[in-house]
T-cell receptor
Framework: GAVVSQHPSWVICKSGTSVKIECRSLDFQATTMFWYRQFPKQSLMLMAT?????????EQGVEKDKFLINHASLTLSTLTVTSAHPEDSSFYICSARDPGLAGGRFVTQYFGPGTRLLVL | AQKVTQAQTEISVVEKEDVTLDCVYETRDTTYYLFWYKQPPSGELVFLIRRNSFDEQNEISGRYSWNFQKSTSSFNFTITASQVVDSAVYFC??????????????FGKGTKLSVIP
């Protein structure tokens, strides 16, 4: 159980275009999903917390108009990088946790395989 | 504020050696959770273990073992008889409910383990 998928795994786009990344929880319902960004040889940086049916909570320094997050259902959150530029090139990872689990297990975040974005 | 420190940036060991990855944390929460994740070259983070703050019992899973000590705020990870497949970046992480209910993760900077055949 606790499988999270992410699509696409790779995307190359021209500067100025928008890119949508999907994150799905396959075998559980996730009221909360998280979006991270990771630069080479660095740790994960939390971008935003995505809550089903409400607005995402963005971390300080993350442009909400640049990185649009939509959590329209209990199994799907999307991240849209609008008007992408080369500096947006990065590895984007989502995670989800299963609030239905008991005994502290509901805290565990399960990660998707990530999306590598290259903006030319 | 929460903080996780992984002082070892990179470690290289020869196959079959034992290796310990260190993790020290800081938090003001009375209830919190500690994690280890493995990130192989493919990039996906693989969940290894979660430890609740009120459970200091150490755990062993095959070649993996974890030593949680609240007195020193440490949660160290030992791999016994390392194998080449253990080569990856390992992240220690901390989560606590700061009132918002989201249980965000605070990650350490990671330790890159290279196991040499």
């Amino acid at each position: 159980g606790a499988v999270v998928s992410q699509h696409p795994s790779w995307v190359i786009c021209k500067s100025g275009t928008s890119v949508k990344i999907e994150c799905r929880s396959l075998d559980f319902q996730a009221t909360t999903m998280f979006w991270y960004r990771q630069f080479p040889k660095q740790s994960l940086m939390l971008m935003a917390t995505s809550n089903e049916g409400s607005k995402a909570t963005y971390e300080q320094g993350v442009e909400k108009d640049k990185f649009l997050i939509n959590h329209a259902s209990l199994t799907l959150s999307t991240l849209t990088v609008t008007s992408a530029h080369p500096e947006d090139s990065s590895f984007y990872i989502c995670s989800a946790r299963d609030p239905g689990l008991a005994g502290g297990r509901f805290v565990t975040q399960y990660f998707g395989p990530g999306t590598r974005l290259l903006v030319l | 504020a929460q903080k996780v420190t992984q002082a070892q940036t990179e470690i290289s060991v020869v196959e079959k050696e034992d290796v310990t990855l260190d993790c020290v944390y800081e938090t003001r929460d009375t209830t919190y959770y500690l994690f280890w994740y493995k990130q192989p070259p493919s990039g996906e983070l693989v969940f290894l273990i979660r430890r609740n703050s009120f459970d200091e019992q150490n755990e062993i899973s095959g070649r993996y073992s974890w030593n949680f000590q609240k007195s020193t705020s440490s949660f160290n990870f030992t791999i016994t008889a390392s194998q080449v497949v253990d080569s990856a970046v390992y992240f220690c992480a901390l989560s606590g409910d700061s009132g918002a209910g989201s249980y965000q993760l605070t990650f350490g900077k990671g330790t890159k383990l290279s196991v040499i055949p």
